[in-house]
């Protein structure tokens, strides 16, 4: 006969495969477009594949699994699962370029219908970086120095809402900031370096925060450890947003020199 606790074992197997399969649905619908796309136009990028593949991955170990499960009593898995969630995930799945890839499945008609949403005034408003760095970075401040992050963990809505949250935020911050997709409402380099600095200086502010004021319900040392995770690990994905920035900065700029200098 089973016992008590090979019953739970087996039950968290099922929920395991069960909450998975909307993440390998959408590495399938990825993948079908890939293999659509490829008989219409030249082929994707094979490393644009792999950035999906293991950002959806980052995703979903975030959200199930043994990660998951040890962040409601552990903060520095909480944390992994934070810069998981919130910061590498986004990045992978912004450098897959998932919209044009979308773009390019869809017919004329629809692509039009696309375009025009992605030029409206509330999609302006939302992906411009002064927006989307109070969004995610903001967000984070609410989340940590209010009794949200207690709230979080007793209600499956509050839960689910944050969560949320935390994964578009972080998608919508990083491709205001790089543009690898289309993007119709475009603002200079300049400005997006200032807030990109000004938003890293909160990430990090509020790192130390923690450390020096743990949440709600988290040890003194788990705070301390949560918060250099943050502090280290987020400078380390924050750096790869810095230098993808300024190489495309700088292949702009070389590409429009060497256009200028040919007509002259």
Avoid at 214 to 221: E, H, L, R, Y
Wanted: charged share 10%; net charge positive.
């Amino acid at each position: 006969m089973h016992t008590h606790h090979q019953l739970i074992a087996e039950k968290s197997v099922i929920d395991t495969i069960v909450l998975s399969l909307p993440f390998i649905l959408i590495i399938t619908i990825y993948l079908t477009a890939v293999f659509i796309s490829n008989k219409k136009y030249q082929r994707w990028p094979f490393y644009r594949i792999i950035f999906f593949i293991v950002g959806i991955l980052c995703t979903a170990a975030a959200l199930i699994g043994p990660i998951a499960e040890s962040a409601h009593t552990n903060f520095q898995a909480h944390m992994v699962m934070h810069l998981l969630l919130g910061m590498l995930g986004p990045l992978l799945i912004s450098l897959s370029a998932p919209m044009t890839l979308v773009l390019r499945n869809l017919s004329i008609k629809h692509a039009r219908m696309l375009s025009k949403l992605l030029k409206s005034a509330y999609v302006q408003f939302i992906c411009h970086p002064i927006t989307a760095a109070i969004l995610n970075i903001g967000g984070l401040w609410v989340l940590y120095t209010t009794d949200l992050f207690s709230m979080m963990h007793s209600s499956i809505l509050v839960y689910t809402v944050v969560h949320l949250h935390i994964i578009l935020a972080g998608y919508v911050f990083t491709i205001s900031m790089i543009y690898i997709d289309p993007t119709p409402h475009r603002t200079s380099f300049y400005l997006r370096a200032c807030i990109l600095v000004i938003a890293m200086a909160g990430h990090n502010i509020l790192s130390k925060w923690i450390y020096a004021n743990p949440p709600a319900g988290v040890g003194k040392a788990d705070a301390e450890l949560g918060g250099m995770m943050m502090y280290y690990a987020g400078d380390a994905i924050d750096l790869v947003i810095v230098v993808i920035l300024c190489y495309q900065f700088f292949k702009g700029n070389s590409y429009w020199t060497k256009k200028a200098h040919s007509l002259s």
